[in-house]
């Protein structure tokens, strides 16, 4: 069993930047793959970045490649989420993931935090 929290969320401006944090506890958090999702009001949730054990490889959506930055330390059960050059269509719930498997499968993860809301102003 794997317990997610996820914090560092908020409001901020068109091109500036947020570091979201998911804080793991529970057995194995090393031994599982970690992903972002995002949810937008009335969209999909939808896949955003994942990260392997040892850190490689990871993986982005198109839509946030060359902006986000996934990392994880696995001494302090902890995944990132650096978001640089945000955008309004940044503007979602965002929710940590853990799972078995590399995939951007939403379906494939097992655990999930309860989200963080960010909101980007134009």
């Known amino acids: 069993q794997v317990q997610l929290v996820e914090s560092g969320g908020g409001l901020v401006q068109t091109g500036g930047s947020l570091r979201l944090s998911c804080a793991a506890s529970?057995?194995?958090?090393?031994?599982?793959?970690m992903a972002w999702f995002r949810q937008a009001p009335g969209k999909e949730r939808e896949f955003v970045a994942a990260?392997?054990?040892?850190?490689?490889?990871?993986t982005y959506a198109d839509s946030v490649k060359g902006r986000f930055t996934i990392s994880r330390d696995n001494a302090k059960n902890t995944v990132y989420l650096q978001m640089n050059t945000l955008k309004p269509e940044d503007t979602a719930v965002y929710y940590c993931?853990?799972?078995?498997?590399?995939?951007?499968?939403?379906?494939?993860?097992?655990?999930w935090g309860q989200g963080t809301q960010v909101t980007v102003s134009s």
């Open positions: 529970g057995r194995a958090f090393s031994s599982y793959i």
């Open positions: 990260i392997a054990w040892s850190s490689s490889p990871t």
């Open positions: 993931a853990a799972g078995p498997a590399w995939t951007s499968s939403l379906n494939r993860y097992n655990y």
